[in-house]
């Protein structure tokens, strides 16, 4: 007996409202991971960034060399993911950090759709929570103009050129991830070449898009007007967030997917174990 059209569409209703339980129900712990990692992270963003930027830091006076300070803080910064990715909950989690890497994850079928949309709003509430200890933790001085809670901003090229500078770093990054993740004798030095990517993009790349950790969402949520808060978000984020989903699109996306080996192919739906991640595989090689 053929079911009709709305008993169809409420089944399908019913079928992705059991997944979205089903997912919150076994995979919670790595919901709280995400954001607590990305906390951190963002935490040790504005904290190293006034320490390096502050008009009224000792640090900024000693390193009068804007190079220099950009190489240190992409330094320290590069070290804090690999640390991060490379802890329990990191490998755990996946270490995504980033929306654009956990829905270029989805689009190449390692990361559940539910699992993804949940991973995002984590990601978003764990980074404005360490944006808001660090600012109350350093007293406001992160709100200072120098440096405006490690904020991503256009750099002298403008807009345009903000937008280009992310989508090349962007497509650099998860291309990297991609390759290396495939590879046998390289796979599980992955997260030390992206966070050497990260200390190379803050020293060099910062000029052109002011690349520095996101935090332009946290940024603009809590202290900057609304003309203002899109002029930041369009340029940079855009460029940023549009590249990873977009190569996972590529005809060598998917080949790289194909050449992934059984073991990570395998479904890993686990309370334990939130997505079929590449960094959660070699990481546990």
């Not at 910062?206 to 007007?225: D, E």
């Amino acid at each position: 007996m053929n079911e009709s059209p709305q008993h169809q569409r409420t089944a399908v209703c019913r079928h992705d409202a059991l997944n979205a339980l089903g997912s919150l129900r076994l995979h919670w712990p790595e919901y709280l991971m995400e954001p607590g990692e990305l906390g951190l992270y963002m935490f040790l963003a504005c904290a190293l960034a006034t320490l390096l930027q502050h008009p009224a830091s000792p640090v900024r006076h000693f390193i009068s060399s804007s190079l220099a300070r950009r190489a240190l803080y992409g330094l320290a910064m590069g070290s804090t993911v690999i640390g991060i990715v490379t802890t329990p909950w990191g490998k755990q989690s996946g270490g995504h950090f980033n929306p654009a890497i956990t829905f270029t994850f989805y689009r190449l079928g390692k990361v559940e759709l539910w699992d993804a949309l949940f991973y995002a709003v984590a990601q978003f509430y764990g980074a404005t929570c360490g944006v808001a200890i660090a600012a109350y933790v350093l007293r406001g001085a992160p709100a200072n103009s120098a440096v405006r809670y490690a904020v991503t901003v256009p750099g002298v090229y403008g807009n345009a050129g903000a937008f280009i500078g992310e989508l090349t770093i962007s497509f650099l990054l998860m291309i990297t991830i991609l390759f290396l993740t495939n590879g046998k004798k390289l796979a599980r030095y992955t997260p030390y070449f992206v966070g050497a990517l990260y200390a190379i993009y803050i020293a060099f790349e910062t000029p052109l898009s002011g690349m520095r950790p996101r935090a332009n969402f946290r940024f603009s949520i809590s202290r900057q007007p609304l003309a203002r808060d899109l002029d930041l978000l369009h340029s940079t984020d855009v460029g940023h967030v549009l590249c990873g989903p977009s190569l996972s699109l590529h005809t060598r996306g998917r080949q790289l997917l194909r050449q992934t080996s059984p073991r990570q192919q395998q479904t890993l739906y686990s309370p334990r174990r939130t997505e079929k991640s590449y960094w959660y595989e070699t990481l546990n090689k």
